[in-house]
């Protein structure tokens, strides 16, 4: 599975920005999907996940703010983050796990100015 991530960019406080992660490979094996971020400074941490049934968990700090989906094909994932914070500010990357490996896809910077 190789995973490539794009989307990212500059945008002020409140505004919006749509991450995707495109997937390619053996994709039919995914059980589970998400997006980690990496502030400067600070640990990776997990902020939204969608298992292979559909289910969507989010990291708190980011509930009613922040939407994970992925199209019809399942070889895009979106993230949709709106009400931006600069404390959202971070490296995001896509994440992809099969039975036998977890795969991580190149980070997209995300700024976001006050």
């Known amino acids: 599975v190789q995973l490539q991530a794009f989307g990212g960019g500059l945008v002020q406080a409140g505004g919006s920005l749509r991450l995707s992660c495109a997937a390619s490979?053996?994709?039919?094996?995914?059980?589970?999907m998400g997006w980690y971020r990496q502030a400067p400074g600070k640990q990776r941490e997990w902020v939204a996940s969608m298992s292979s049934d559909g289910t969507k968990r989010y990291v708190d700090v980011v509930k009613g703010r922040f939407s994970i989906s992925t199209n019809n094909a399942k070889n895009t994932m979106y993230l949709q983050m709106n009400s931006l914070k600069p404390e959202d500010t971070a490296v995001y990357y896509c994440t992809a796990d099969t039975p036998s490996d977890d795969y991580w896809g190149q980070g997209t910077q995300v700024t976001v100015s006050s």
């Open positions: 490979g053996t994709i039919f094996s995914i059980n589970n």
